[in-house]
């Protein structure tokens, strides 16, 4: 999996933000509502699941807490580290978000986003147009996913890139700032 960043920056003068866009808008509360948090607890986990929730068109049915130190530990971990948990510990904390990996996903990244991007339907689209329903919950292409975005910001990102942050009115890291620029592309 790769990023091409010259296709990227062709969809960036595209891109309309709209001011009253509720997705844009809780972004950096969520950001700040982990940011806060020294040590995460179970409260806080459940309260951030049902945040990310709030932007997925179905509803959390089920929360697997059968084994919450573990998983209040994983997610500590994913916080306070820049590498990235194994596929297998994703895996352990898919049941925590209703065995969602796009929940999961942007629960890690309201945690740590600097490590974890978002990954969501739209995005597996950009990669992998056709079948990509069978792709979406697979932690192995994740990780690919995770792994370019890694490589792709290691270079620097073009001056393009900063007009749309600048657009924004926050900060957002430049894992979010890549992520982004796909999920808002126009079909």
Not at 6 to 14: G, R
Not at 78 to 95: G, M, R, V
Not at 102 to 131: A, E, M, Q, T
Request: some cysteine; aromatic content about 14%; hydrophobic content about 40%.
């Amino acid at each position: 999996m790769k990023i091409n960043l010259e296709e990227l920056k062709q969809i960036i003068p595209n891109i309309k933000l709209e001011e009253d866009n509720s997705y844009l808008i809780s972004y950096p509360y969520f950001i700040n509502y982990f940011k806060l948090k020294d040590r995460l607890s179970k409260q806080d986990l459940i309260c951030g699941v049902f945040m990310i929730y709030g932007w997925m068109p179905t509803i959390l049915k089920n929360i697997d807490c059968t084994d919450i130190d573990k998983i209040v530990d994983l997610f500590n971990k994913a916080k306070s580290s820049d590498n990235i948990l194994t596929e297998i510990e994703i895996e352990n904390l898919k049941p925590f978000t209703n065995k969602s990996l796009v929940g999961l996903s942007k629960l890690l990244h309201f945690i740590n986003p600097n490590v974890y991007p978002i990954w969501d339907s739209k995005i597996c689209k950009y990669f992998f147009s056709n079948g990509f329903y069978s792709k979406i919950g697979n932690v192995s292409i994740y990780l690919e996913y995770v792994d370019a975005i890694k490589e792709t910001i290691k270079f620097g990102l073009p001056n393009d890139f900063d007009n749309l942050r600048e657009q924004l009115g926050y900060k957002i890291t430049d894992v979010r700032l890549i992520e982004l620029v796909i999920f808002l592309k126009p079909v």
